[in-house]
């Protein structure tokens, strides 16, 4: 049961303002009569990640107070950002972390200790790895990654073919073909980092180019056990609209590419990942 009752409601954030605690807008939320102060849960939009507040009545205004400064610095909120509080019930409060442009945020987490425990390992992803020869190695594939029972999926053997026709074959790339948890997150296979030694440092940005030329910013986070995986992938999942049930995504690492290194010139390496997507029939 919820201690207090609550509408939606959402906030511009303002470090000069709200850093330490937030005052939350006029009857957005009310104490039962006599009490002074309750407890919320807030919880990103992009991971099942809550963080514990505690919501207290200063001098007839309503403030998220202890717990808020920890909310704000794991969910790297910057001034100018747009906060959006849907009210669940049960005291919990699904929020939504939007940019000054009003484009969803991609949520980076600080430290491995706030994940969810890990699921399995990298055969729980449905990844079909791809050598430069488009000859598929030993990879990773959750079960029903093929065409088989998967109606409306992307055929294997289409995709094969598109990559053969459009992906540079001096290039590394990965088929996406959906996901069951963490869905933030684009794993890189350990296949694709040994195969190209490719070198992805902890906190590195890498730059998602769609297939309308669309750039979006993801982040590396690299694993104690080794493991590699880009947060902000729910992003681009969202702004492309992609089903995950239909619909096939092809990452391509622009290692060799001339309109990239010409875009390039002077301002140094970066890494960039090119999508194709293809998309199932709907039912």
């Known amino acids: 049961m919820s201690n207090f009752e609550a509408v939606n409601f959402f906030k511009v954030y303002y470090s000069h303002y709200t850093s330490r605690t937030m005052c939350i807008p006029p009857n957005s939320v009310v104490l039962p009569k006599g009490s002074m102060s309750a407890k919320a849960t807030l919880r ?14 200063v001098g007839g205004n309503m403030y998220f107070e202890r717990g808020w400064t920890k909310f704000v610095d794991q969910n790297t909120v910057n001034d100018g950002d747009i906060l959006v509080f849907t009210y669940v019930g049960s005291s919990l409060f699904d929020v939504t972390v939007m940019g000054p442009n009003g484009c969803m945020k991609s949520i980076f987490e600080q430290q491995e200790e706030d994940y969810c425990e890990i699921q399995g390992d990298d055969k729980s992803e449905e990844i079909q790895v791809l050598a430069t020869s488009n000859k598929k190695t030993k990879g990773c594939r959750g079960k029903g990654s093929g065409s088989k029972n998967n109606k409306g999926r992307v055929e294997d053997e289409d995709v094969e073919l598109y990559i053969a026709r459009n992906v540079n074959q001096l290039n590394p790339c990965f088929v996406v073909k959906g996901r069951k948890h963490r869905d933030n997150e684009l794993y890189i296979p350990s296949d694709v980092t040994k195969h190209y030694n490719l070198n992805l ?18 982040k590396v986070f690299k694993w104690k056990d080794g493991r590699i995986c ?5 992003t681009v999942c969202v702004i492309n609209r992609l089903n995950s049930h239909r619909d096939v995504c092809i990452c391509e690492f622009l290692l060799h590419n001339k309109e990239q290194q010409d875009d390039d010139q002077g301002q140094g390496p970066t890494n960039c990942i090119k999508l194709h997507i293809r998309r199932g029939n709907q039912q």
């Open 230 to 234: 880009i947060h902000g992938w729910k």
């Open 44 to 57: 990103n939009s992009s991971k099942n990640q809550c963080w514990h507040v505690e919501l207290k009545q």
């Open 201 to 218: 440092e902890d906190e590195e940005e890498i730059t998602f180019i769609d297939p309308l030329g669309r750039k979006m910013i993801g």
